[in-house]
């Protein structure tokens, strides 16, 4: 009888935290990665942006300048882009972050 109370302690445990496991977290949401080298600074707009990616996840200023977020962020995966634009709401510079092998050839 001694082995069944840890033991039984142990089964409801387990149970217990199935359901915290199977949710793991994430932030962002996907976007078409391989469009990214489509991105030309000083050429591409604004609405050109929004067109490939669609609506950002996140928006705020660098240095007084817009910029937008792309990001995809789990347990398993990182992505990021941010993307600044100037007065005129042309690219300015982006940067591009992944935690995925098959985005190295980007």
């Known amino acids: 009888m001694r082995i069944?109370?840890?033991l039984t302690?142990?089964?409801l445990l387990v149970v217990l935290s199935l359901p915290v496991i199977s949710c793991m977290p994430s932030m962002?949401?996907?976007f078409p990665v391989q469009k990214v080298r489509q991105i030309e600074i000083g050429k591409t707009t604004m609405?050109?942006?929004r067109q490939m990616f669609g609506d950002p996840w996140r928006t705020g200023l660098d240095n007084g300048k817009?910029?937008?977020?792309y990001g995809e962020y789990s347990m398993t995966i990182t992505r990021d882009l941010v993307i600044?634009?100037?007065d005129i709401?042309?690219?300015k510079s982006y940067s591009f972050s992944s935690s995925a092998?098959?985005?190295?050839s980007l």
């Open 4 to 6: 069944l109370r840890p």
């Open 9 to 11: 302690t142990l089964m």
């Open 28 to 30: 962002g949401r996907a």
């Open 47 to 49: 609405a050109e942006v």
């Open 66 to 69: 817009r910029t937008w977020t």
């Open 84 to 86: 600044r634009f100037d």
């Open 89 to 91: 709401n042309v690219v």
């Open 101 to 104: 092998a098959e985005d190295e």
